[in-house]
Each structure stands twice: as structure tokens, then as C-alpha cells.
């Protein structure tokens, strides 16, 4: 009679030990997550309007999701989202990117454990797949480059403020749809219109508006020295849209009477300053008619923050260069986990030992993972803002996500690459020193 061995069965101890190394590993990569968070922030000022800002901490919040499970990723990444708004506040704290944050990891979990299935698994499926994703980035980016050159918007390789046309000159063009797209995605950003210098005479009504090449602005600062080379003005009219008055800036004007809206800015400052303030009802708006080229119109000089030309440079660049440079680093990184994996099947055949498998290089299983998990997160996070962000309510929910998915894609793929390196050297040194070639 064949005897049949029970199968072993794991003891209460080791289960203890088991849960414990999984949950003091998970709080290393917390804290990693957090000192990377609120340290290993950097800023990429070709690929934003401001610089597309990575930051690292995502890598890190990915382990315990491709460790351990999609539990332990979707607490990670909630308490990474929860202690770094409570280490470092950005904003109103809103629970619910706390929530869609365990959503993103539980999904980057749930999608390693479905793509390391040996039997479900393909790595030719997977290069595919991230090899299409790559073709779409290189294929609309320079589609894009060329509509911007043929509309005459952006003739250079790359786009800079200063050779971009102003939003009067671009409201009156009839440009093709991959250039509408880049230009909608700076729609909603306004110049900040200063007055500089203002003549000197007795009696000024400062303009409400400027004219831009067609687009209407409003005044809304005055500069510290508007005034500095006024010494005659004993009234000024300052229109309600003016929300920016330094202190000091008429001193040396004696007599002065401020005229003005009741509640304004203009009569803040006027009872703080301890100056004569008169209220109006009807104000003069009138509008000062500028180009592009020169900022002085009726005796006063502006100038403009640029806002709009600054943001169009940095979204040009990536939805442009961006998914260029994205494409061919993936496209670099796909053929390097090719000649990983053929030297891997060679080394496994000439050793015959498997726990060689210990080497590969994960990219492409990591990068499907994040990117899903990441535009699910950003996407959902997108519709939250609108609703509790006062300056997103009412905007149009495609140009808010489209430059954040776009962010999101080329950022990830940072990640992926390091996870992969992060993630192999684990195997190698940890895994493969213990003999197992088993998570």
C-alpha cells in the first residue's frame, strides 16, 4: 500500500513571522514613500509649464503591491496619500484622494498577481501591448509638431513663450484639431496684466482692461513704482478690478484723493493708508488698446506675466517632445528586456537550473501595471477636483485630464523602469540567495 505524505502544514508561528515581515516591509517602503515625497521631488522645466514635477514616491509605493498583494499596496498608498497631507499639506486635505489612492495600489496589486500567472502570461502580448502605447505617444506627438508648424504656432523643434503667438492672435486663427488640442489645453490660463508706469499729470483714471492683439485682459496689480515719477497727481479714479495696490506706492503724494467702488481694493487700501477716499457709483471702464509689441497705450505702460504663452510653451513640449522622448526611452528599455530575457533563456538552458529566472528584468509586467492603475487614479481624481477645487468648478473635465494623463504616462514610465532595476536586484539578492525563485 502506497503511502501518501500529508501535506506540511504551516504553523501559527510562522504565519506570525510571515504577516510580521510583510507589514514591517510595508512600513519601510511607507517611510521611503515619504521621505521621497517630501524631498526627492523634481521639477523637469522642458516638459511643463511650469516643469513637470516626479516625484519617486510612487516607486516605492508600488512594492508592496507587487510583494505582497493588492491589500498591502492599497494601504501603502493610502497612508502615504493621508501622512504626506498631514507632513506636508498642499492644499485642503479631500478624503477622497486618500480613497482613490488605495484604489491605485489594491489595482496595481490585483494587476501583478493576474500578469504573473505563469500559465495566463505572455510576454510577447505584454511587449505588444506597451509597444502600441509607445507607437500612439511618437505617433501623436509628431503629427502634432507638424499641425502646429503648418497653422504657424510653434516653428521650432521645440516650443518656446517668446516665438509663440499671443491668445488675441490665436483666437483669430482656424487651426487644425491636433493644434486645437494643444492650444485648449491652455485655455484657462490668464495673464496677470500690471500697470508699470501711468503719466504724469494732475488727474488719472486708470483702465480697467488692456487689448491684446483682439483679447481683452483685465488690469488687476499696480506695481510699487507706478507712481515714482508722479509729482502733480492729486486724484486717481482706480477701477474695482485692480486687486493688487502695494503699500507705500504713493508716497511722496501729498493731497492725494483716491476715487473708487465702495468695497473695493481701492477703498481698503485708502482706509488703511489713511488717504481721502471718494465713492462713485458709475465707474469709467475704459480699455487700453495694445500689441503685442508694445505694451503702452494713452500715457501708461503694462506689462503682462505671460501666463498664457508660458503655459501653451509647457504643454506643447509635452504632448510633443514629451511623448517622443517617452516613446524612444520605452522603446530603449523594450529592447533591453528583450536581450535580458534571451540571455536569461539561454543561461536557464545551458544551467538547467530555473532559479536563474530570478534575473529577469520585469519591465513591461511593472509598466502595465502602474499605467493602468495611474490613469484609473488620475482620471477619477480629476472629477474630485472640479468638484472641491473653487478654480477647476465648471471647467471642461477633457482639458483638465488630458495633460494630467499625459503626465501621468511619461512619469510612469520613469517609475517602471526603476521599479523593474529596484525590483530584479531584490530578486537576485534576496529571493535567489534564499534558494526561491517565489515572491
Known amino acids: 500500500m502506497q503511502n501518501i505524505s500529508p501535506t506540511p502544514r504551516i504553523s ?6 510571515v504577516l510580521l515581515r510583510k507589514i514591517t516591509l510595508s512600513a519601510v517602503f511607507l517611510a521611503l514613500a ?45 497612508l502615504s496619500d493621508l501622512l504626506g497631507a498631514m507632513i506636508k499639506p498642499d492644499g485642503a486635505y479631500i478624503p477622497w484622494l486618500t480613497l482613490t489612492a488605495f484604489c491605485g495600489g489594491f489595482i496595481k496589486g490585483l494587476l501583478w498577481r493576474l500578469l504573473t500567472k505563469k500559465e495566463k502570461y505572455k510576454p510577447a502580448f505584454s511587449r505588444s501591448a506597451v509597444g502600441a502605447v509607445l507607437a500612439v505617444l511618437v505617433v501623436f506627438g509628431f503629427s502634432t509638431q507638424l499641425s502646429l508648424k503648418s497653422d504657424g504656432i510653434s516653428n521650432s523643434f521645440f516650443a518656446v513663450k517668446d516665438n509663440l503667438p499671443t491668445r488675441g ?29 501711468a503719466p504724469d499729470t494732475a488727474e488719472i483714471t486708470i483702465p480697467s482692461f488692456v487689448t491684446v492683439d483682439g483679447y481683452q485682459s483685465a488690469v488687476t ?3 510699487k513704482d ?42 481698503k487700501f485708502a482706509n488703511n493708508a489713511g488717504i481721502e477716499f471718494v465713492k462713485i457709483d458709475n ?69 538547467g537550473n530555473p532559479a536563474d529566472n530570478a534575473n529577469g528584468f520585469e519591465f513591461l509586467r511593472i509598466f502595465i501595471c502602474v499605467v493602468c492603475a ?18 477647476w468648478v465648471g471647467r471642461e473635465f477633457l482639458i483638465l485630464l488630458l495633460p494630467r494623463i499625459a503626465e501621468e504616462i511619461v512619469i510612469n514610465l520613469v517609475h517602471a523602469y526603476f521599479i523593474a532595476i529596484l525590483y530584479g536586484v531584490y530578486k537576485i539578492r534576496i529571493l535567489k540567495s534564499k534558494g526561491s525563485d517565489n515572491i
Open 283 to 351: 465707474q469709467p471702464d475704459f480699455t487700453s488698446i495694445l500689441s503685442s509689441s508694445s505694451y503702452e497705450a494713452d500715457g501708461f505702460v503694462f506689462k503682462s506675466s505671460d501666463t498664457f504663452r508660458k503655459y501653451l510653451a509647457g504643454y506643447i513640449n509635452l504632448i510633443t517632445v514629451g511623448f517622443e522622448a517617452a516613446a524612444l526611452l520605452g522603446g530603449l528599455i523594450i529592447l533591453i528586456d528583450c536581450i535580458i530575457k534571451s540571455k536569461r533563456r539561454s543561461s536557464i538552458l545551458s544551467s
Open 34 to 78: 515619504l521621505v521621497s515625497k517630501l524631498f526627492l521631488s523634481i521639477s523637469l522645466p522642458m516638459l511643463g509649464a511650469n516643469g513637470m514635477r516626479i516625484g519617486f514616491a510612487g516607486i516605492f509605493t508600488a512594492f508592496p503591491a507587487i510583494l505582497f498583494g493588492p491589500f498591502y499596496g492599497g494601504a501603502v498608498s493610502a
Open 221 to 223: 496689480k499696480l506695481d
Open 169 to 197: 492672435t490665436l483666437e483669430d486663427k482656424n487651426i487644425g484639431f491636433l493644434s486645437s488640442v494643444a492650444v485648449s489645453l491652455a485655455k484657462y490660463n490668464n495673464d496677470t496684466i500690471t500697470l508699470s508706469s
Open 374 to 391: 495611474g490613469v484609473f487614479v488620475t482620471t477619477i481624481n480629476t472629477e474630485i477636483l472640479r468638484i472641491f477645487l473653487p478654480a
Open 226 to 267: 507706478a507712481f515714482s515719477n508722479n509729482t502733480s497727481l492729486d486724484r486717481i479714479t482706480i477701477p474695482a478690478q485692480i486687486k493688487t495696490i502695494p503699500n507705500g506706492i504713493f508716497s511722496g503724494i501729498d493731497g492725494l484723493v483716491i476715487y473708487g467702488k465702495a468695497g473695493s481694493e481701492a477703498q
Open 12 to 17: 501559527k508561528a510562522s504565519q506570525s513571522r
